[in-house]
């Protein structure tokens, strides 16, 4: 027996996106690498560009590349659901652009077509005929699900010949969901956003859950409402720090729980954003503190902010490695944002403390000797965004 992903997803509106746009002010280097575009340079959101590349055994794969702010901006593949197409993402790809991500919507081999746009990997693979087989009860879907793993490790690849050379995250619907587990599990990505994932095949007992007890690399694991008997069993078996398990108030199966409410897709770019320091869209500062200490942070930015909020971290801590899946849900809300790192920090939630690696604090420091550099801070926020709170 065989319990086959849910072919037909329901119609659902369009998501209102979230997203902002950052504007340079005085000073300040965009966080780019040498050699890269600068934050600013490039059309994040912008229409995407159709790519395509080949599979192992030769198929040639489809793919709706959204550009980031810079090719070393964390990468996130999209993967559709059952009977679906990149088409699945055309709120999705966009939103993340917009926060400076590089996203990458893929044509997988077992899929058909979403909200108009076909599945050309699956029409290059006959697929239809192979879904009429498994709905007349005469075939199976498994040797074409388990081929499209293929599929997304030529995205992997793709991303190298590119030159998109930022973390790697995968993000799968229903049976792609299964696959993205995999991904973590091989270390092929450095984290994974699995939505509807479940022991589909039964035949096969243990698969999923197997592959996300292997994954060392961050998990975020969605169920939409209703779904909890299907997904905990897979759910339960992540032992990744840094993993996370939601049960959605509202939404459907698969990816599809990102179109109904901002809070679902903010839940995906909040364990983004926690995982790769905040979006990449901004522009990194460099103050000069009254104690002689440099400063360092990213600054956030919008034409029509609402104010300024600036984030200091707790002590052993850095600005991205706490605050890293707050910076989106801020700006979408209307505010620009300083984040800055302070002595008296570390890397205690992941992310290193730019402005102790260029001095560590002298003999005898204690946390009110940062007060100088805050008051900086504050004083940079008056500059960068005269007239507003």
């Known amino acids: 027996m065989s319990r086959t992903p849910r072919r037909t997803p329901p119609a659902l509106p369009r998501l209102r996106l979230i997203g902002a746009v950052v504007c340079a002010f005085g000073c300040g280097t965009p966080d780019a690498p040498a ?28 793919a709706d590349h959204y550009r980031g702010t810079h090719p070393d901006a964390p990468v996130v593949l999209l993967f559709h659901q059952s009977a679906s197409s990149r088409g699945e993402f055309l709120s999705v790809g966009p939103a993340l652009a917009r926060l400076g991500d590089n996203a990458l919507a893929v044509d997988l081999r077992w ?17 239809d005929s192979i879904m009429a087989a498994v709905d007349a009860g005469t075939g199976t879907p498994w040797p074409t699900i388990d081929a499209s793993y293929s599929d997304m490790v030529a995205a992997l690849d793709w991303l190298d010949v590119r030159g998109l050379g930022g973390p790697r995250y995968a ?23 699995a939505y509807s994932p479940g022991e589909y095949d039964e035949e096969r007992p243990g698969m999923v859950p197997g592959w996300a007890a292997a994954s060392e ?27 996370r398990y939601v049960v959605a108030d509202e939404g459907a199966h698969g990816a599809s729980i990102l179109d109904v409410g901002q809070a679902n897709l903010g839940t995906l770019i909040g364990f983004l954003g926690h995982h ?23 600054r956030y930015a919008r034409p029509d902010s609402r104010g300024v909020v600036a ?20 700006l979408s ?10 002595q008296g920090g570390g890397d205690r939630f992941g992310a290193p403390n730019r402005t102790l690696a260029g001095g560590p604090e ?13 008051d900086a801070v504050v004083q940079h926020a008056r500059r960068v965004a005269a007239g507003r709170p």
Do not use: K
């Open 35 to 62: 050699g890269t575009a600068s934050a600013g340079a490039s059309t994040p959101g912008a229409e995407p560009e159709r790519v395509s590349f080949l599979a192992a055994d030769g198929l040639t794969v489809t």
């Open 111 to 127: 899929g058909g077509s979403r909200a108009g746009v076909v599945n050309e990997t699956a029409a290059r693979n006959g697929t």
């Open 171 to 193: 993000l799968g619907s229903s049976a792609s969901a299964m696959l993205v587990y995999r991904l973590a599990a091989e270390g092929r990505v450095d984290g994974v956003m």
């Open 217 to 243: 690399a961050p998990i975020l694991t969605v169920a939409a409402p209703g779904e909890e008997e299907l997904v905990a069993p897979v759910a339960s078996a992540v032992t990744a720090s840094g993993s």
């Open 276 to 298: 790769t320091g905040g979006p990449p869209d901004r522009v990194v500062d460099t103050l000069s503190a009254p104690d002689g200490v440099d400063v360092v942070l990213d």
């Open 311 to 330: 984030l200091f971290h707790q002590g052993g801590g850095s600005a991205r490695g706490e605050y890293g899946f707050l910076v989106a849900e801020l």
């Open 333 to 342: 809300r209307g505010f620009d944002v300083l984040a800055a790192d302070l």
């Open 362 to 374: 002298p003999a005898g420091w204690s946390y009110c000797d940062a007060r100088p550099q805050l």
